[in-house]
Structures are given as C-alpha cells and as structure tokens.
T-cell receptor, first 108, second 113 residues
C-alpha cells in the first residue's frame, strides 16, 4: 500500500463543475504539497500547507492533520484546468513522498 | 515561471550511451533535487544536493551520478543507458536543506532507442 494515496485516479468533468481531488496519507507529516503537471510535462507548485485551508483564485486546498487527509477543490472548472494533480507529503528530514496523481480532464 | 532551468528539454539517444542533464536552481536556492518520472512508476526521488554537498539519496542507480557545482548548478549523469531509463527527469530547488522541494523545472524528456 502506498503511503500517499489519491482519489480518484482519473476524473472527467464538464466545464463549470466543482471538482474535488482527495489525498490520504499514512505517515506523520509536517507539510503537504499540491502540484499540477500539465500535458507538456512541467510541474507547478500550487499549495504547500500544514494546517487549515489555503485559497488561490479558483483553487482551494484543505488539510485535516488528525484524519491524515487533504482535498484540492477547483471551483468553476475550465478546460485549461486539465492536468495531472499530484499530492506530496513532507514526512521528516529528506523524506518527501509523492502520490500517484489524479488525471483531470475538463470538457468544454 | 519557477526560476528553475533545465536543459536540454528533449534528448534522444541509444542504449549504452552516456548523457548529462543540467539544472540551474532558482536564484537564491541552495538545494537541488533530482527526480525521475517514468510511465509505470510515477515520480521517484533520486538525489539531493545542498550547497555543493550530497544531502540525501533515493532510488538512484549506480549507473547514475550527480554533482552540484560552486555556482549551484547541478548535473545528472546517466551512463550505460538502458531502454528502461527513458523517462522525464525533473530538477527542483529550495532555499533550505531539509528535503522539501519548492520550485520545479520543466523537465528533460529522455528517450532511449
């Protein structure tokens, strides 16, 4: 079993829909990172959080440390949001673990 | 723009060859991390350097080596290449040495024929 699990693995949505991607982890962490990887391959850092909630534009990330769970929400989704979303956790010095990613496709 | 520069963007070579991938970290960042992303394995940590010194090692093969130079740029050397080495190789950087990358490059896509 992976230490960082994401669900769903694949997600197709219609433009405008509210999207939620989940990340669960089984190790103790000091921070969690949400990354976006576009079809071209480049990786963009979206959020780094250790508690509570962060918002940037149409993206919202939450984390519940007690439940070892984080969610990434996209409001009013758009085709340009189509990408792979990766959750990664920082589990102590030099230990950074990636989830397997969620492939999102938003249809116009 | 993350500020992390990787070259080349694409590399095509043959089995048995040797290649060098280059990474310049974001200005001011002292740590450089290398990751491999292959189709069947997701992102795998290879190695981290901080201010010229190796800090952490992940699943890096003996055929692979890396170094970080005094100007903080880093090179990843891959030798005796095999078909299975075909992957996207990412570099990331951060200011601290603790192992948490903050800024990612666009990757180098390596294809072994």
């Amino acid at each position: 079993k992976n230490e960082v699990e994401q669900s769903p693995q694949n997600l197709t949505a219609q433009e405008g829909e509210f999207i939620t991607i989940n990340c669960s982890y089984s190790v103790g962490i000091s921070a969690l990172h949400w990354l976006q990887q576009h079809p071209g391959g480049g990786i963009v850092s979206l959020f780094m959080l250790s508690s509570g909630k962060k918002k940037h534009g149409r993206l919202i990330a939450t984390i519940n440390i007690q439940e070892k769970h984080s969610s990434l929400h996209i409001t009013a989704s758009h085709p340009r949001d189509s990408a792979v979303y990766i959750c990664a956790v920082y589990s102590g010095t030099y230990k950074y673990i990636f989830g397997t990613g969620t492939r999102l496709k938003v249809l116009a | 723009d993350s500020g992390v520069t990787q070259t080349p963007k694409h590399l095509i070579t043959a089995t048995g060859q040797r290649v060098t991938l280059r990474c310049s970290p974001r200005s001011g960042d002292l740590s450089v991390y290398w990751y491999q992303q292959s189709l069947d394995q997701g992102l795998q940590f290879l190695i981290q350097y901080y201010n010229g010194e190796e800090r952490a090692k992940g699943n890096i093969l003996e055929r692979f080596s890396a170094q970080q130079f005094p100007d903080l740029h880093s090179e990843l050397n891959l030798s005796s290449l095999e078909l299975g080495d075909s992957a996207l190789y990412f570099c990331a950087s951060s200011g601290g040495q603790g192992g948490q990358p903050q800024h990612f490059g666009d990757g180098t896509r390596l294809s072994i024929l």
